[in-house]
């Protein structure tokens, strides 16, 4: 057991290190560049694009507005609170600054994956919408390219019982046991109830379970944060001239802070943004692929507002609460630097507060990685698998928050790191279709998926 520990450790830090952060990073920004910055031009056609994506206005099995919320709720997690933290934690306030540089580029990334989705997607016999990289490598670049796909399903359904579940729980359990004494058995019994009551509906009731809580939860924890800006409003422009220029320069050592080279501050801010947004991972394409959108193109220009509200928002705010308290030189790191920034403005209630958050956050990540393991799942195995895997899946949910989990954390961080590979190259090789798609929209204002041309 000591032997693959070890030898997942290495593997993880060679999976997460620098190789990949340029690779996803690197592809962001000639996807950026090719689509000739298309996806900043289109932001507020993707805003607008929220609200009207709340009805349905083609075939598929969620609205468009339910697809971005499943989307986010993969995403808006534990990394959003403690990500950052460990993020500053290492690299120093510059590490926010490179956040928002993988976030940024990370739209094109994520604008490039979601279209392919929509565009190679396809429906099974039982009237599933299956879309995603496993789907747009085989029908984009051919069977010979199977195996590419078959890789990248493989690892999101490790990464899904992993990431996307087990340690979800398990850090929700030792939140509510830290901040409120519950013991995990009943956390336990209270996260399966509520999990399998959502899965027994399928993919609808997940859209809408999304579609409720994750605005709710997100504006919640927004306005947390901006009442924490306020009382130290005189720090807010200082704390921003800060981040820019500690992005650049070392940032020496300080109070409880060690001290932190460029690099650190290059290498955490980006790991952190990425395992935050996902840009690049392949995961959010899937829930999108379900949408029943018109046109493959407003829902990828809606779809790639994941990473800005993930990354440029969310996370924004949690460094900001941390930087402007000043308590990023306590020498905390993860979830109690967060919660100890809160609790210096609300004494008493702001790590509680903070643990709420954590949970509704951490729980809808359980919910969309579950859109994510069953297409994949599909994929592998057909309609037949989609039961049981449901039922393992809600299985797994009480077991997270009741064993240890340093062998599965480390397998599901190298599964969520190897997905990028085969999706990043995916991407690469069909990206002139992505050009080409995105040249055909400015001239026609819509684009029609691989089957409707057929």
């Known amino acids: 057991m000591e032997i693959l520990i070890s030898f997942l450790n290495s593997l993880s830090g060679f999976v997460w290190g620098p190789a990949m952060l340029v690779l996803l990073v690197g592809t962001g920004l000639y996807l950026t560049v090719g689509l000739k910055f298309f996806t900043f031009t289109q932001m507020p056609k993707g805003f607008i694009g929220i609200w009207k994506g709340r009805t349905s206005s083609g075939a598929g099995e969620i609205s468009s507005f339910n697809a971005l919320m499943t989307a986010l709720a993969g995403t808006i997690g534990t990394g959003n609170i403690a990500g950052v933290a460990t993020a500053i934690f290492y690299g120093g306030p510059g590490a926010l600054f490179w956040m928002w540089v993988t976030a940024l580029v990370g739209m094109a990334t994520k604008f490039s994956e979601i279209l392919l989705a929509m ?22 670049l051919g069977k010979k390219w199977r195996f590419l796909s078959v890789l990248f399903a493989t690892f999101c359904i490790l990464a899904c019982f992993g990431t996307g579940n087990m340690v979800q ?13 519950v013991p995990n058995w009943i956390t336990a019994i ?20 999304a579609g409720k809580i994750v605005p709710i939860m997100a504006l919640i924890y927004i306005l947390l944060c901006l009442y924490v800006l306020f009382s130290f409003s005189d720090r807010i422009i200082d704390v921003f001239v800060y981040v820019v220029q500690d992005a650049f320069t070392p940032t020496a050592a300080k109070g409880g802070f060690a001290g932190a080279t460029v690099m650190m501050a290059i290498r955490y801010g980006m790991s952190r943004g990425v395992f935050s947004n996902e840009a690049g991972l392949g995961t959010a394409p899937i829930a999108h692929a379900t949408a029943t959108a018109d046109c493959s193109m407003k829902q990828a220009i809606l779809g790639m507002l994941d990473t800005f509200i993930d990354t440029i928002i969310v996370c924004s705010m949690t460094g900001f609460t941390i930087l402007v308290t000043e308590m990023w030189t306590s020498g905390l790191n993860g979830v109690a630097l967060s919660a100890s920034a809160f609790k210096m403005v609300m004494p008493g209630i702001g790590d509680k507060l903070v643990a709420i958050c954590l949970l509704f956050f951490a729980f809808t990540t359980i919910l969309g990685w579950c859109v994510y393991g069953e297409r994949c799942a599909i994929y592998l195995f057909g309609e037949k698998i989609l039961r049981p895997f449901r039922f393992f899946y809600t299985l797994a949910v009480p077991l997270g928050a009741l064993i240890k989990l340093d062998l599965v954390w480390l397998i599901a961080d190298c599964s969520n790191a190897l997905m990028a590979i085969p999706n990043l190259i995916g991407i690469l090789l069909l ?10 929209y400015k001239q026609t204002g819509k684009i029609r998926t691989l089957d409707e041309e057929k």
């Open 119 to 140: 565009y190679y997607r396809k429906r099974t016999p039982s009237g599933y919408f299956v879309g995603g990289a496993m789907y747009f490598i085989e029908r984009g």
């Open 431 to 440: 990206s002139p279709l992505v050009f080409k798609l995105v040249t055909e």
């Open 190 to 209: 209270l996260l399966f109830a509520l999990a399998g009551f959502v899965f027994i509906g399928g993919i609808q009731r997940i859209g809408i379970v």
């Open 169 to 181: 729980t398990n850090s929700i359990a030792e939140s509510l046991n830290a901040s409120f004494g």
